[in-house]
């Protein structure tokens, strides 16, 4: 297990639940985006070692992942307790749409 954790920005209501613009997911499928949100998390682990790079934010541009029906948009941010950043480095989930397929 790695540092990284994932959280939805700016929360679960408005990113997979029922407040407009939320992907008013069911549970299943919400268990579902959970997990892909951590198997995102566990590869930002690998992908990232070492310290922020000099004269960067430390958080990457918007990226888009999709599997079977999800269509996931996000940003990992490298930043952690140094930074107080109280998430410390996580996966941020920004917009989940399910795509018909």
Same mark, same amino acid.
């Given at each position: 297990?790695?540092? /990284?954790? /994932? %959280?939805?920005?700016? @929360? $679960? &209501?408005?990113?997979?639940? #029922?407040?407009? *613009? *939320? $992907?008013?997911?069911? @549970?299943?499928?919400?268990?579902?985006?959970?997990?892909?949100? !951590?198997?995102?998390? #566990?590869? $930002?682990? %690998?992908?990232?070692?070492?310290?922020?790079? +000099?004269?960067?934010?430390?958080?990457?541009?918007? !990226?888009? +992942? $999709?599997?079977?029906?999800? =269509?996931? /948009?996000? =940003?990992? @941010?490298?930043?952690? @307790? #140094?930074?107080?950043? &109280?998430?410390?480095?996580? %996966?941020?989930? =920004?917009? %989940?749409? =399910? /795509?018909?397929?």
């Amino acid at each position: 297990m790695s540092d /990284w954790t /994932w %959280v939805f920005e700016p @929360d $679960a &209501d408005n990113v997979v639940g #029922d407040t407009p *613009g *939320g $992907a008013r997911l069911g @549970d299943s499928d919400r268990r579902v985006v959970e997990g892909i949100a !951590q198997e995102l998390a #566990d590869a $930002a682990a %690998v992908k990232y070692t070492g310290p922020i790079e +000099y004269g960067t934010s430390g958080i990457s541009p918007v !990226q888009t +992942y $999709a599997r079977g029906p999800y =269509l996931i /948009w996000y =940003l990992e @941010d490298r930043r952690g @307790d #140094d930074e107080n950043i &109280d998430d410390g480095p996580c %996966v941020r989930i =920004l917009k %989940v749409t =399910l /795509w018909p397929v």
